[in-house]
């Protein structure tokens, strides 16, 4: 497996931060020290959007052919994890010497994992010239199209043999996160011509809204889990990416749907935001749920952790961004606050200013 994933990460943050001796350092270090030629098996979706996506974000920045050519060399790494019945990629793909080929282990894909190839995968057509990995992605796009969906839902785990549902578990947190988050991103990336990708978004938008969204006897909106029809009434911190993306994807919708889709991000961000404000540390819990009296909070030991996820703090960026409400910034500093009742302070500022986040 390759080793780095935390300097290829970082280097567009480190050129946007204009820490150029770091960032200088970190360049040196994929030269000189980021080899491809690696036994053993890797995720494929890791080393996609970690790997690939660092790659390409530094070269977009810098222009620097080195992470342009690192791209596509790994890209073509991962190629064989492609190579399955249906053109659905297994989760991990196997970099053995003298056999290459998607890996064994598990019987399902994630939609979360071979559903997030699509911005990268694109790119590195457009660098190379080579069409193959454009016709990878679009591949799983027809498939995905192609299949029954119950009630239009996405659930989380596909055969890639058979092209079927392995369960109806759905899930906007983890296992499905992503997926719906390439598909708003894919239009916006294609300047807005990729109509695919939209109509897929806005079609399963409205399927998770029918029949997964809730409001809680406290006036909470959250969006459950789903096993074959039969909800939990939890959300996963993974889960809470949703609100900056239907923020995101509200300017395109049909304009009588607008106002509410930025009414519904804003609810489910404040939702996301009480899961934080509950807890005894005042960081959210690895998922919170909503019954037996108690809303927005952990209810089981194995789910009260924080891990430095993103997803709240990046719904609130989003929601600032697009509604200029400043308690998005304060609960952003709320975050990472270092004594209760400091208030947002200058030295923070550099994290919502749009001169600073392009």
């Not at 567009?12 to 020290?33: I, N």
């Not at 009434?233 to 509200?250: P, T, V």
Request: net charge negative; aromatic share 12%; charged share 20%.
């Amino acid at each position: 497996m390759f080793n780095g994933a935390t300097v290829i990460d970082s280097l567009d943050t480190l050129y946007l931060m204009e820490l150029k001796k770091e960032f200088q350092e970190a360049k040196a270090w994929v030269e000189e020290s980021f080899h491809l030629n690696v036994s053993g098996e890797a995720s494929l979706f890791e080393v996609n959007i970690r790997y690939i996506g660092g790659l390409l974000s530094a070269f977009y920045l810098t222009g620097e052919e080195v992470f342009r050519i690192k791209a596509i060399k790994l890209g073509e790494k991962l190629l064989p994890a492609f190579n399955t019945p249906t053109g659905i990629p297994k989760g991990v793909v196997s970099f053995k010497s003298g056999s290459w080929g998607w890996a064994t282990a598990g019987s399902s894909s994630i939609l979360a994992e071979f559903g997030s190839l699509h911005l990268e995968f694109l790119h590195l057509t457009e660098l190379s010239g080579n069409q193959v990995f454009a016709e990878k992605v679009r591949n799983i796009r027809k498939v995905l199209r192609k299949i029954d969906k119950p009630f239009g839902l996405y659930p989380n785990f596909l055969s890639p043999v058979s092209g079927n549902w392995v369960q109806h578990h759905v899930s906007v947190g983890g296992l499905g996160d992503s997926f719906y988050e390439y598909l708003i991103k894919s239009w916006l990336m294609s300047a807005k011509t990729d109509m695919e990708a939209k109509n897929m978004y806005y079609e399963a938008l409205e399927a998770i809204e029918t029949y997964l969204l809730n409001v809680s006897p406290g006036g909470l909106t959250y969006i459950a889990e789903w096993r074959g029809g039969i909800l939990d009434h939890k959300m996963g911190h993974l889960a809470c990416f949703s609100g900056g993306m239907i923020a995101l994807g509200a300017e395109d919708a049909k304009e009588e749907k607008r106002a509410h889709y930025r009414e519904l991000a804003a609810q489910i961000t404040k939702t996301c935001h009480e899961s934080y404000a509950r807890s005894d540390t005042k960081l959210g819990p690895e998922a919170f749920w909503f019954n037996s009296g108690r809303e927005a909070v952990a209810t089981h030991l194995s789910e009260s952790y924080y891990i430095l996820r993103p997803e709240v703090v990046e719904s609130y960026m989003y929601l600032w961004r697009q509604t200029h409400d400043p308690i998005y910034r304060e609960w952003g500093w709320e975050v990472v606050m270092v004594s209760p009742g400091e208030t947002l302070s200058d030295r923070s500022r550099f994290l919502w200013d749009p001169r600073c986040v392009q």
